[in-house]
């Protein structure tokens, strides 16, 4: 069982940036695939960015690809979301999202575990 907590979320004007985390309990977070996703009002989930178990290969949403850099630190328990060049668009809450399985995937059917979400504000 992994539990998650997200934190960093706020309000911030267009262009400005935020840095999101996310605490995972339990001795085994190194070993899991993390993603974060993000829900905007009356819209479905969507993915962002997912990490490997070690770091390796980030992957992101074309959406988001060349402002927004997904890293992890095993020895903390933890994975970022350093989100830069926002925009309004980018308003929406933020999920931070676990699997036990090696390979990433955009679906959010694929993951496990769930944070209860940090809300993201992009003033225009």
């Known amino acids: 069982q992994v539990q998650l907590v997200e934190s960093g979320g706020g309000l911030v004007q267009a262009g400005g940036s935020l840095r999101l985390s996310c605490a995972a309990s339990g001795r085994t977070f190194s070993t899991y695939t993390m993603g974060w996703f993000r829900q905007a009002p009356e819209k479905e989930r969507e993915f962002v960015a997912a990490?490997?178990?070690?770091?390796?290969?980030?992957y992101y949403a074309d959406s988001v690809k060349g402002r927004f850099t997904i890293s992890r630190d095993n020895a903390k328990n933890t994975v970022y979301l350093q989100m830069n060049s926002l925009k309004p668009e980018d308003t929406a809450v933020y999920y931070c999202?676990?699997?036990?399985?090696?390979?990433?995937?955009?679906?959010?059917?694929?993951?496990?575990?769930w944070g209860q979400g940090t809300q993201v504000t992009v003033s225009s």
């Open positions: 999202a676990a699997t036990s399985k090696r390979l990433y995937s955009p679906h959010d059917g694929w993951y496990d575990y």
């Open positions: 990490i490997s178990w070690c770091g390796g290969s980030p």
